[in-house]
């Protein structure tokens, strides 16, 4: 089996992320770990969150040049059975997000890796931040897009 992607991304956010990177550049994200900004996938220009020497990544999102998605070390311990899928709905952002005025805001939803999948993925370390300034990138199997959320986890209707 195949290392499955640690992190995917709905066309609906690969659509606003394109209107970012237009505005801004080159992206990232932080996975926010909570308090103000309430577990949100946090987007930023490039480089201006200062990614720890501890933080793992979890992918670079196929999109333009790439979108790293970054998670803090002890918050991956909790969620590394989980696959992140960065979705975009109505709403305003967290307010440092680069989304904020453009009444959207990128969610997080996750779905937990098979048995099979956590077995793939146990063979692989994950990059650290000073595994990435050495060069170093996390597996990537086939695209990182997916239609909709609901292609990659259960999403709960009212």
């Known amino acids: ?5 640690r ?9 606003l992320l394109h209107r970012l990177q237009e505005r801004h550049g080159a992206l990232m994200f932080h996975q926010s770990g909570g308090c103000c900004d309430g577990s949100s996938p946090m987007c930023y220009p490039d480089g201006d969150f200062i990614v720890g020497d501890r933080d793992i990544l979890l992918a670079v999102l196929d999109v ?3 979108v790293p998605v970054w998670i803090s070390g002890p918050q991956f311990d909790a969620w590394k059975h989980t696959q992140l899928v960065i979705d975009v ?6 307010g440092f997000s680069l989304e904020a005025p453009e009444g959207l805001r990128f969610l997080s939803r996750g779905r937990a890796f098979t048995d099979d999948e956590n077995r793939a993925l ?14 170093a990138r996390p ?7 997916v239609a909709k959320a609901g292609e990659a986890c259960t999403i709960p209707f009212k």
Not at 1 to 5: G, K, R, S, V, W
Not at 139 to 145: F, I
Request: glycine residues 20%; without cysteine; proline residues 9%.
């Open 1 to 5: 089996m195949d290392t499955p992607n």
């Open 139 to 145: 597996p990537s199997t086939g695209t990182h897009v």
């Open 64 to 66: 333009g040049d790439g």
């Open 7 to 15: 992190a995917l991304v709905t066309e609906a956010a690969v659509d």
């Open 89 to 94: 709905v109505p709403g305003r952002g967290g």
């Open 122 to 135: 146990a063979g692989s370390s994950p990059v650290t931040g000073t595994d990435y300034q050495r060069g």
